[in-house]
């Protein structure tokens, strides 16, 4: 639903009609520690009934450092979905390879809690966080074969029971089309004519939602680590019902070219990288075919089959590469392996709702498949195409097939609204998460996009520390115009040869 507005001569002239007929709303910022801001921003939770019921959203902002060069605001959406934006605006708002000290001196860096995430109308699936922890805690293990998949459905199935009993009306309103009508208030709030957009995973879904509802109000996007739009919504050519979410965004591929790229890193920088003794490419097979047979016990905990290839397949930020490393070499010398990521990443607490607001906004957003024995069939074969890491595309978002919600104000189309500013995508050359065939087709895409390749492995430049594409993005948002087609990136440093 849209309405036609006067706009610039190339610019698509429409706006969507639910997001003009609702109030702005009225921000009171107040200091909240270490330099930042916070208020709350009052939006309706129907569109629809803007009138109605309202929920309240959660927003931080970091202020401009030299308030006599401001820009403006710049909006960022951290990804997930299910993040939470105010404690990562809060934890990485001066990370220099992401937001530079001149890029935070020109612009109020703002983030927010969407809609059913965390302190925003979070959406809940349980009686208390004990009881949180404790399910979560006993989910399953990816099957690493069939003989695994019936528990996995069945637990699937529960936490959708669960989130439909529980989370109340949040549950069909938390599409990516309500954040971008949320995006488009609050650029309204701070007084901005136009949007100053940072999107990261995600986020790029979100800004390429905001960028079709609004055109003619675009600013200056960036999309950082990004997706294919239209393959996540709906599937191309009709896949949305027979092909699994993230089997057709070919997040498998990605995982794999990814780890193909953390061994020859580890196999260039000798010493340094632990598992780079011999040939690592043998090496992770060896411990891959031994888990298939039986677990690998190590330090008294048995590693699956399974828990090892989700382990290896945690590639987003290569600071953690060392880590994965040491553990793969203490797989291989074990020769026996347990259950997934935690030692790696060092945290085996649960904090927040992110695991319920990424299924309640993710589940919303995209048609997928709900018949299990698609899944089953696609499992199989997407482990012939990508061996070891095809079937984690397959069922990474099974709840979704179980869904009770769902929201009928999601955005399905079109992408292509020519915005008043053309919109700069980064990527990395090797991302597990998203892809750069994704990257590339989802600029396709939209009517005016210029892709950046990040000569780096590991998930957007959040995660590849790279100040050549920081520079590229800050110069982009000052001016909003593209750089050099062609521009490529490199990274600061090989993740195994820093100090």
Known sequence: MGVPVAAAEGVEGYVDALAEGATTPVLRWAECGDGFQCTTAGVPLDYRAPQGDRIELAVIKLPAADPGSRIGTLFVNFGGPGASGVDRLRE????????????????????WDPRAVGRSAGARCFADSGEQLAFLGSMPDMPGDAAGEGEFFAANRELADRC?????????????????????????????????????????????????????????????????FEGSANGHAGQ????????????????????DAFLRLCAEAGPRCAFSGGDPVLKWRVIAERA????????????TYSAIVNAAADLSQPSTYPRLAALLQALFDAGTNPVGLLPISGAAEYTGNRTEAFFTI?????????????????????DARVPYFGRIG??????????????????TGPWNRRTAAPILVLNSRFDPATPLSGAYAGAAQLAAARV??????????????STCAEKVKREY?????????????????SPFLTE
């Open 92 to 111: 990485r708002g001066r990370w220099p390879f992401l937001f530079s000290e001149e890029l935070r001196a020109r612009f109020d860096i703002v983030s």
């Open 164 to 228: 439909g009993e529980l989370a109340g009306p949040i549950l069909n309103h938390a599409s990516s089309a309500n954040t971008a009508r949320d995006l488009e208030l609050l650029r309204r709030a701070v007084g901005d004519s136009a949007l100053t957009y940072h999107g990261i995973s995600y986020g790029t879904q979100v800004g390429a939602i905001y960028a079709n509802m609004f055109p003619g109000r675009v600013r200056a996007m960036t999309f950082d680590g990004s997706m294919d």
């Open 240 to 259: 949305g019902v027979t092909v699994p979410l993230d089997a057709r965004q070919n997040v498998a591929g990605g995982i794999a070219e990814t780890f």
């Open 292 to 303: 298939r047979v039986a677990p690998i016990r190590l330090g008294g905990a048995e590693w």
């Open 362 to 382: 993710q589940c919303s957003d995209s048609v997928v498949p709900t018949d299990t024995a698609v899944y089953t069939r696609t499992a199989v074969s997407e």
């Open 394 to 411: 397959v069922f990474d978002v099974m709840a979704c097939a179980f869904w009770k919600g769902a929201d009928p104000d999601r955005y």
């Open 452 to 465: 950046v390749v990040i000569e780096g492995a590991g998930h957007s430049s959040m995660y590849v520390p």
């Open 477 to 493: 948002l000052f001016t909003s115009e593209l750089p050099a087609e062609g521009t490529t990136c490199g990274i600061d440093a």
